[in-house]
Structures are given as structure tokens and as C-alpha cells.
């Protein structure tokens, strides 16, 4: 009795304070926003009609094609680690929500896919080369300008077998195999196709062991160095191989990477406590023992983020008050630069382990805590309501998402004025002070971004040049797709 009193008092504590939110608007919006990332020619379709073809000539410097892909975040520059991550979330997402995304389920195909094409021609542009990035951050961070006028150079980055990249391939391939379960069904030939890439760029990975941050130095870091080493993308490629391939290969692999540290946190960098959950699927939905281990490794690291549990090891933000009682928990707050990426992340597996636990009515223990699903879902739920706008300053952090949202993002295509209005290049260091540096509103609305969000005091000052707050990324998004469909078919 004790127990489930503990439980009924954390979901009643997670839902005080809140107001109606239209999840379905914040999941449309979440998925136009990778429209407003791609490089390469755009298509007829493309809805957010400020931006413009960019990088075209990409890759021409290694006498290849690499047009195409996501630009990480505010910058012009293409780096294939995080898209690769950004990927993998999206389609993951999609594979646990499609059905409840309705019309938005072709969209996010559609942003798959323009990552997708992208990656082949990555793996397929020249023999033993992987190439994994288009163009110098260095000099890119130098300069603010539109990505349609970009006179950086587009160096191209590639590993290969003298220069090893385990964790960019590892995190290509699982991208790659989550997406070909993505197009199984609607496009065979092409899931064929990315399947059979997967498996290519996942034994390179194995075969050629090495970090890419230290093959590619400058050109990786410190913008997305591979600070947890590559074990992690080589464990969370493999379990997506195994559960697009059924191949028992692939978990004697996993068993032999001995991965058995439980984080509590998942991001680009870390990819542990996603591949506990997705492993997990096969003991807590399909009753696989040889699975028990992985379903153990995904509580752990639930019974780490629940703010209630004896063995939390997560901060919160205070939270909001109203009608005197506090909101217990507040935001998940684990770094002060783009804390919005872990939140999204962490809230992204807190909803898909809730979702498997659902089907089976599984419960578990953390210490004296009863977690049942209706416990791990509250505490995403206030996540997700705290980023739409249920949060002390009363500000939805996804762009063009209600009334109050970020206006001076830190983004250049969203900063400058579109080809439409300003037909003239403005060249590298033109756009710094009329446009970085103004207190104006960003002219193009990037609706859907959602930011690095506010401080560890629920503070938000939407200052443009406070990058580590106001830039949005790819795979901030990503993550969140997931967690608003849930949260919007469970409404109805």
C-alpha cells in the first residue's frame, strides 16, 4: 500500500499547474522544422519558402556528390555524426508512433528519406572512403551568413581504413538500418537498399576500429568530438541490426562489448541507455529471457532519471508554484549548454519504455518507488508540457509554437533576410552587426525549432548571441517527435 501511494503522489504532484496543449500542432510543427535544415536543391513541396538551395557543389572538392542532408543546428555545416543520431531518433520515433501520427506520418518519412539519400551517397561516393561531413566549422563559425551564400570552404571529411571512424560508422549504420524499417513496408526496394548499406558501413566500423575525433582532429572537435569513444555506436549499431535482421550475430556482439554501465543520460555522444531500451523491447513485449539483461540496464536508468526514486541521480529545475503547491520536478537539467538536447532524449526513451511496459501492465521497483507505466509517463508528460509552455516563464521553447516563443534564435538562415527580400549576398562577416548582433526579432520564422532552453533557474533571456540557450539542433527535435505523438493519441 505504501508503494502505490508513492506512485499515485508523484503522478498527482506532475500534474498540477497544467494547461491545455495541442500536441498535435507541436508534432506538425517538430517535423517542418527539418525542412528549414535541408541542404542540397529543395523540393517543389519544401513549405518553409524563406530558405533556398544551398550547397549544391558539395563534395566537388573530393570530385564526389554530397549535396544533400541536414545543416546540425544554426550553423552551414554538415557534420554526419549527430544527423546520423538525428536520424536514428526520427526513425525509431516513427517506428513506435507512425500509426498515431496521422497525416504527419508521411512528413516524417519524408525527413528520413532526405537524410537517407544523403548517407548513401556518403557510403557509396568512393571506394574504402566513408565520408562524414561537408564543410570547415572552423572557418564556417567565423562567419554569419545565409547557408544560399556560402563562401566558406566545403571541405569534405572522410574515414577509411587508415583513418578509422567506429562511432560516426556505427551511428551511420544504425541510422541507416532503423530507416530501412521505416520504407519495409511502403518501399521495399529502397529498405532493401539502406539495409544493405547498414550492414556495408557497420562492418567497416567493426573491422576498422578508431575514433573519427581522432582521424578528423579539428574538423570533429571540439564542435561533436566523440567524448564517450566509439563502443557505444558500435552496441547501439548492432542493436538495430539485429532487430532489422533478426541475425543472432549481432547479439553475441553485443554481449562481447561488455557495455554494462548504466548512464543517466542518451545523446549524440552517449548511446547506452538507448540500446538498453530498445533491446528491452524483447523481454518486456516479447518475453525473451535471453533479453532480461538489457530489460535490467533500461530500468536502472529510469530508476536514475525518476525524480522520486532512492537512486535518482538526475537534477530538476524548481519547477513552477501555483495555488501554493509545487510542481514537483521541474525540467531535467543535466549541462548548461543545449540542455533541451538531454531532455528530449531521455524523455524520448522515458515514453517508448512506458509504451512497452503498457502492453504488458509490467511494473518494476526503484528501492521502495512501485514504477508502473502511469509513473515513468507522468514524469515525460511534464517535460514535454514544460517545453510547449507549462514552465515559470510561461514560454513554449519550439518556435512559432503558441503566443510567447523564442524570437532572436541563434540561427543564420532564421536571422538574416531571405533571398526574397534581400536578393544580394551579404557576405561572411557582413551579416554580424545589423543581424547577430541586433535586439531585433529573426525575420523567418523557423517554426518547430526548439532551442537549447532555459537555465538551471528556469531563466530563458532569448539573446541570440547566447548560443549555448538559443541555438536549436536537429536532434533536439528528433527526439521529441516521438513523445508528442504519444501524448497526443493518448488524448483522444
Not at 533478426?246 to 554494462?260: C, E, F, P, Q, V
Not at 512506458?354 to 507505466?373: I, Q, R
Not at 520564422?445 to 532551442?451: E, P, Q, R, S, T
Not at 538559443?470 to 517527435?481: M, R, W
Request: include cysteine; proline fraction near 5%; glycine fraction near 8%.
Amino acid at each position: 500500500m505504501y508503494r502505490m501511494k508513492v506512485c499515485a503522489c508523484l503522478i498527482l504532484f506532475f500534474s498540477l499547474g497544467t494547461a491545455q496543449l495541442d500536441y498535435r500542432d507541436a508534432l506538425e510543427k517538430s517535423i517542418l522544422f527539418f525542412e528549414g535544415q535541408r541542404s542540397g536543391k529543395l523540393p517543389p513541396n519544401q513549405r518553409l519558402s524563406w530558405r533556398g538551395n544551398s550547397g549544391l557543389q558539395d563534395g566537388s572538392l573530393a570530385k564526389v556528390d554530397l549535396s544533400g542532408g541536414y545543416y546540425d543546428a544554426g550553423d552551414n555545416v554538415k557534420f554526419n555524426f549527430p544527423m546520423a543520431y538525428t536520424t536514428t531518433m526520427l526513425s525509431w520515433n516513427t517506428l513506435e508512433y507512425g500509426k498515431r501520427m496521422g497525416s504527419q506520418l508521411q512528413n516524417a518519412r519524408a525527413a528520413i528519406r532526405w537524410a537517407t539519400d544523403y548517407f548513401l551517397k556518403c557510403a557509396n561516393a568512393a571506394p574504402n572512403k566513408l565520408f562524414v561531413g561537408v564543410g570547415d566549422p572552423n572557418a564556417d563559425h567565423k562567419c554569419w551568413e545565409r547557408p544560399e551564400d556560402m563562401d566558406t570552404v566545403r571541405s569534405a571529411y572522410y574515414v577509411s581504413p587508415s583513418n578509422p571512424g567506429s562511432d560516426v560508422a556505427g551511428e551511420m549504420a544504425a541510422a541507416l538500418a532503423a530507416a530501412s524499417l521505416v520504407f519495409r513496408s511502403v518501399d521495399p526496394v529502397y529498405s532493401k537498399k539502406l539495409l544493405g548499406n547498414a550492414v556495408k558501413v557497420f562492418r567497416f566500423a567493426v573491422q576498422y576500429k578508431g575514433s573519427y575525433s581522432d582521424s578528423l582532429g579539428s574538423a570533429a572537435c571540439p564542435f561533436y568530438c566523440s567524448y564517450s569513444g566509439y563502443k557505444d555506436e558500435l552496441y547501439w549499431g548492432a542493436a538495430w541490426l539485429l532487430r532489422a535482421t533478426n541475425d543472432i550475430s549481432y547479439l553475441n556482439l553485443i554481449n562481447t562489448l561488455g557495455a554494462n554501465d548504466v548512464p543517466d543520460l542518451f545523446s549524440w555522444d552517449n548511446k547506452y541507455a538507448g540500446a538498453h531500451v530498445l533491446m528491452s523491447r524483447r523481454s518486456v513485449v516479447g518475453n525473451d529471457n535471453r533479453f532480461d539483461s538489457f530489460k535490467q540496464h533500461a530500468e536502472d536508468f529510469v530508476c536514475k532519471v525518476l525524480p522520486n526514486s532512492p537512486y535518482t541521480s538526475t537534477q530538476y529545475t524548481k519547477g513552477e508554484a501555483e495555488a501554493g503547491l509545487l510542481v514537483v520536478g521541474g525540467l531535467i537539467y543535466k549541462l548548461p549548454e543545449e540542455n533541451l538536447q538531454y531532455v528530449t532524449s531521455i524523455t524520448s526513451l522515458l515514453t517508448t519504455y512506458a509504451k512497452y511496459m503498457a502492453t504488458k501492465k509490467h511494473t518494476f521497483n526503484c528501492g521502495s518507488l512501485l514504477v508502473t507505466e502511469k509513473t515513468v509517463r507522468s514524469v515525460a508528460k511534464r517535460q514535454v508540457d514544460y517545453i510547449l509552455g507549462n514552465n515559470p516563464m510561461k514560454m513554449s521553447y519550439m518556435v512559432g509554437y503558441g503566443r510567447n516563443y523564442p524570437r532572436r534564435i541563434h540561427h543564420r538562415g532564421s536571422s538574416l533576410p531571405s533571398l526574397a527580400m534581400h536578393p544580394q549576398s551579404f557576405g561572411c562577416e557582413a551579416g554580424f552587426q545589423p543581424f547577430y548582433y541586433t535586439a531585433n526579432p529573426n525575420p523567418n520564422i523557423l517554426v518547430g525549432a526548439i532551442i537549447g532552453g532555459p537555465n538551471q533557474n528556469d531563466f530563458f533571456p532569448d539573446e541570440r548571441t547566447d548560443y549555448s540557450h538559443s541555438e536549436p539542433a536537429t536532434y533536439i527535435n528528433a527526439a521529441i517527435v516521438g513523445p508528442l505523438a504519444y501524448f497526443d493519441s493518448s488524448k483522444r
